[in-house]
């Protein structure tokens, strides 16, 4: 393949910022072509080498390109500022982000200062690692390296044993300790919330940057202007660095939203850049979590077992889609053609442990360090035996193998999970499945075994995958609730087309497919439960995976139950129940660069949230393939009981508690037993700590970092930053809901337009006020309006069964009249009070004497009670002699979540337009001429002359009207919501 582009300067010129291949140290120079990044954003050769120009001496050293950031109109570099090997694969190098650098492309002088606060603060984080120091604890620190990864410490196994959060490793403490010392002293270990609580600098606005929280930059943001171009320009404002996160710590003040650089120019959202440096911090703390891995040689994105040997393609080209995450931003440069600058990075965890198998007392063990003693075993990754004896370069020696061993027979463990793009996100804003058929925390876990030369001519290569996803329906869960109840939605057949196309597609990509659920069987999460178990038998029954028989494989276990009182050992009978599966379908194998055998099936694990349970359930996999990969070659290992195995449980724990952070913002729950093969006291009272942390996580965080995350995989546009900041919560962009809200309309047409002269013109989705007769309700609903050649349908719907709630049916005769205009139903943010985002119109009509008027579906109801206050709203409905009207608002086109990105999508004023204009048009087309009281809106007699129905514009509610009705106590609560959640 292609050689990328290892090492590179970065430096700013008047024209752009140029991006020069450099060799590393005592190596030729580089062949590859330097590039230039222009102020807007375009990519492009650099056709002479310009290192020696006057702007050379201030350049940031980069380990590779990430991609282009593009905020509101101007464009940020996104480049590796630091990195960590942790594993070699097939004598190619792994490596972990740890630090990223975002420069922006506004001007020569902005990037300048960007490079040197950034080449600076890489100065200082390499000296504090080369102390040993951890400078992301210290108070004056802006630059914390993780959203949640570096927030909490994982739980030491023992007393006396601390493990490091960065390498996986266990160091001996100084001395055992109580469980009030290790809150007081490791308050990582419980998480953030009791760091906020045990913490000397508590809630202070220094501890919540370096928690990963809002920040003083995100919490100035309450502070902003409402339209941000209305700063006078005499206003000196900063540049564009100063925004950025990494600037130097020393400089006095937070950064403003006012402090928005200038080079912002054309049409953009005010809200969106107001909320520049907030999305700016978090994107850099995203990407420096730790949570993202790279290889410059090897294709991370599939197994081992289906690699691609020898492939001239660029490494991007080889890489799977489905687990590319940074495919969106690094699209610049793919369709510049400079494809060495284009490195594929994945989400997940990569680890890796070297063990020996020694002969000891005539059997067989496994054992690190003979010399050690099996309680004070220390595991050093294979970076870590090479650290003395490499320097900074010695990437680019890939083909050095490492050491034989001097006795014995060495292994490598090396684990790698990979987080699909599909349906990402975090824990309740992303559950159950999308109409792709894409589950929620999707991962691929592959435990590879093998020699530490990767020598397939001598030992063989032993590769096992497993899979974890959220439970394949269409549900979710509130966050405000540590037991939270379980919604789903859509009918069966709507959750069977889904549910078949998920599992159709993980057997197209691994074969047969074994589902374990670990859900409870009882309580919150049996109705789910009970529902994947009626599917599942469903596909079975109705042609299965193929359509012609073949088989899912379903197993409900009910984890909690079977392993209540702490007793996890438990796990085996559901291990028992898998082992026919497990035999029949394998893993892969490699002998003399050849697959002999290739897995033909995988384990499909869940729990509600395929995190806690889940790890504990495919750890205990992996350890029974690992023994039984061994046992092949004549080799005894003990991976449950003897303590020298303990580095198999830890590279397990690690891995789940990578996955946790990124799904849940905290280390998994049940780390202890993964670890130790022990449930104790002291890992149930870590497992509450990380409980309320969860909860916190869910109900404060996750929002905005949700946002962020779909932006980042092109899954939204920037007015997702606009929603956020109007509602504080972002939207399920994974579910395309125009096809949702068009199944939705001819669902209703079908129900309700019972006449079969009738056809359905048109149709559309709107959000309505909760009742009739009103432009303004506490709660707002979407409902269905129709158009035939006779009538209009206005239809609510119950949108979880996908069932018509109730319906009303309005001759174009009794049309009255149509209003359009503005309709502002609140002042509390920017995008409430856009008049050209909010809004609708008012159809007013008469009412028809005797029969109800609205048809109601009483089995969609949920209580009598409901059906009691409908009475009441109909009798004093018919009671109204001067007629009625519903009153309509557009809903946001959401272009964002179209499938095809060339599709036109009309503003809000248009679709108002067109509708009314429709209505209209229908009206006077059938009817020709009849009575309309023109002046009805102003309450006038009406005149007795015939007209036309016309459209009249006139405002619903205008802003000054929303703001006489906008009261405090919903002004303080959107405050407080914004101070928190902003």
Known sequence: MPNLVRKLLIFAAVDGLILQPSPPRNHPPATQQAIKVDYKGNVGPLLKDRREEDTAPTTLEAHGIIGLLKVATSFFLISIAAREQVAQIRGKPIYRITDVSLIPLSSQADADKAIASAREHVQRHTKAQAAGEDDTDSEDDDDAPSVTDSLIEDTATTSSDVKDPVTGQKTPAKGDSSVAADVMQRKGVYGRFADKWFSRKGWSADSR?????????????????????????????????????????????AVNPEEIPKALEGQKDATTVALLPKILQTTRMYFSSGNFFFSYDYDLSHSIGNLQPNSSLPLFKQFDPLFFWNQHIAEPFIDAGQHSFVLPVIQGFVGQRPFTIKVADGKNSAVIDPSATPDDIQLQSWHEKQKK??????????????????????????????????????????????????????????????SPTWNTSQDKIFSYTQFRGSIPLFFSQSPYSLKPQVSTWGTFETNARAFKRHMVDLSSRYGDIYCASLVDKHGTEAKIGELYEQHSKSLNENGGLDGQ???????????????????????????????????????TVIADDQIQYKQSGVLRTNCMDCLDRTNVVQSACARTALEAQLSAGRFTIDLQTDPSTSWFNTLWADNGDNISRQYAGTAALKGDFTRTRKRQITGALTDFGLTLTRYYNNIVNDYFTQALIDYLL????????????????????????????????????????????????????????TSVNQVKTATFEEAVLLLTGKALYFCRLDWGTEKVREFERIQLENVQGLMRGVYITSTLAQRHMDADKNVGFVIRYKAEGGGDLVRRNTRALDSGAANDEQRKEDTKT???????????????????????????????????????????RVANESKGTWNVPGTAQEGLEYDGKDRQLSVEEKDIISLADAKRTTGYLEQIEYSLKKLVWG
């Open 209 to 253: 940057r370096t928690q990963g929280l809002s920040s003083e930059e995100s919490l100035a943001a309450k502070n902003a202007p409402k339209n941000v171009e209305s700063i006078p320009e005499d206003d000196k404002s900063p540049s564009v660095a100063d925004v950025l996160p990494g600037k130097d710590e020393d400089a006095p003040g």
């Open 389 to 450: 004896e490499a320097d900074s370069d010695s990437d680019t020696n890939t083909d050095t193998p490492p050491p034989e061993p001097s006795d014995g027979k060495d292994f490598l463990l090396t684990l790698v999970s990979r987080r699909s793009t599909k349906r990402a996100g975090l824990r309740y804003l992303r559950r159950g499945i999308d109409d792709e058929g894409c589950a929620a925390n999707s991962v691929e876990t592959e435990q590879i075994l093998s």
């Open 549 to 587: 028989g073949k088989q899912l494989g379903f197993e409900w276990f009910d984890f909690h139950n079977v392993c209540r009182g702490m007793h996890f050992e438990n796990v085996s009978r559901l291990m028992d129940t898998l082992e026919p599966f497990a035999t029949s379908t394998g893993w």
């Open 714 to 769: 092109g899954r939204a546009t920037d007015t997702i930053f606009a929603e956020f900041e109007a509602d504080m919560k972002s939207s399920d962009y994974f579910i395309d809901m125009r096809k949702v809200r068009q199944q939705a309309i001819d669902r209703s047409a079908g129900i309700v337009i019972e006449d079969h002269d009738e056809d359905l013109i048109h149709g559309w989705t709107l959000s309505v006020p």
């Open 878 to 920: 018919k009671k109204a002699d001067a007629g009625r009207f519903l009153a309509f608002k557009a809903l946001p086109p959401r272009s964002n979540i179209s499938s095809d990105k060339t599709e036109a999508q009309d503003n809000e004023v248009d679709v108002v337009k067109s509708i009314c204009d429709e209505i209209a």
